[in-house]
C-alpha cells in the first residue's frame, strides 16, 4: 500500500490534528481539533488510514505516519507513548524500567507494561512492537517516575520499584538469575534507593517479596545487615517459592522460600 494524495482541505485538517504531535489519534481527539462529529471524525480517521497516512492500531486508535515514509508500513515511533495512551492508567515496569536505569545488559524484545486493565490479549502486537501487560490494582501505583517522550509524559517504576515488581514476580525481569543480578547492579549503582525496598515491601505487603529479597540479600549481600534485618522482622507465614516457574525440592526454612538443590549447593560454595 502507498500512500495517496490528500485534498487540500484533508491536508490542512491533517496537519492541525497532528500539530501537537500526538502519539495516538482518536476519533474523540480528533473531533475535539477539528470540530467535528465524532462519527465525522470516525469516518475521516478511517479514510486517512485507507490512503495510508495514519495506521490503525485497532479499532478507533490511530498513529501517524511520518511524512518522509514513504509507506504506512512502519513500527511505532515510540512504543512508550503508544503504550501510555492505550493502556492508562499504566506505567512501564519490570525489564523495560531495569532497561531505562542500566541494571540490565539483557536485551529483551517486548515492552514490559503495567496496568489496571484486565484485557484479553496480554502479549500485542501493534506495528512491530510487542507489548506485554500486567494488571496490578491502582494503589500499588507508588514508587513511579516521570518521563517525557517527545510531547507525552509516560510514568515509569523507579530502581527500587522496578526490584521490587521483580522480587513479586520474578518473570518480570527474565526469571530470578536475573533478578539477582539486577539487585547486584541496584545496591552498587543506586545505593540511596536500597532503603525503599523496604518502604515499598511494606506498602505493598506481599510476603514472597520479604522472603526472596531476605534470601537473595544473606546469599550474595551480607554487608547489608539493616535491609536483612527488615525482611527478617517482615516475614509471613507459609512459603513462597524463590522462582515460580522453576523446580524447588529444598525449603531454606530461616527464609521460608523454596528453592532447587541446585541452587542451595550454589549458594553454599
Known amino acids: ?44 480517521l478511517a479514510a486517512w488510514s485507507r490512503a495510508g497516512w495514519l495506521v490503525r492500531l485497532r479499532r478507533g486508535a490511530y498513529v501517524p505516519v511520518p511524512i518522509e515514509s514513504e509507506s504506512p508500513d512502519i513500527a511505532l515511533e515510540d512504543p512508550w507513548a503508544v503504550a501510555n495512551a492505550m493502556f492508562e492508567p499504566c506505567y512501564i515496569g519490570g525489564w523495560s524500567a531495569a532497561e531505562h536505569w542500566g541494571l540490565t545488559e539483557q536485551i529483551f524484545g517486548s515492552l514490559c507494561v503495567m496496568t ?86 511494606a506498602i505493598l505487603g506481599i510476603g514472597a517479596v520479604y522472603k526472596r529479597l531476605g534470601y537473595l540479600l544473606q546469599r550474595d549481600h551480607g554487608d547489608q545487615s539493616a535491609l536483612i534485618a527488615a525482611c527478617q522482622a517482615n516475614l509471613s507465614a507459609g512459603y513462597a517459592k524463590l522462582d515460580p516457574a522453576l523446580p524447588a525440592d529444598r525449603l531454606v526454612t530461616a527464609w521460608r522460600v523454596w528453592v532447587s538443590s541446585r541452587e542451595l549447593r550454589a549458594a553454599q560454595r
Open 1 to 44: 500500500m502507498k500512500l495517496v494524495g490528500l485534498s487540500a482541505t484533508s491536508r490542512s485538517q491533517l496537519s492541525r490534528l497532528l500539530r501537537d504531535n500526538p502519539p495516538i489519534v482518536t476519533p474523540g481527539g480528533a473531533a475535539t481539533v477539528l470540530g467535528l462529529t465524532q462519527a465525522i471524525a470516525a469516518r475521516k
Open 116 to 201: 489496571t486493565k484486565r484485557p484479553r490479549d496480554r502479549k500485542p502486537l501493534l506495528r512491530k512492537t510487542r507489548f506485554e501487560l500486567h494488571t496490578v490494582p491502582a494503589t500499588h501505583f507508588i514508587g513511579l517516575k516521570t518521563v517525557w517522550r517527545g510531547g507525552t509524559r509516560v510514568r515509569l517504576s523507579d530502581p527500587a520499584r522496578t526490584l521490587i515488581d521483580m522480587l513479586a514476580d520474578p518473570a518480570l525481569g527474565g526469571g530470578i538469575r536475573h533478578v539477582a543480578e539486577m539487585l547486584a547492579s541496584l545496591l552498587h549503582d543506586y545505593p540511596k534507593e536500597a532503603a525503599k525496598l523496604d518502604d515499598y515491601a
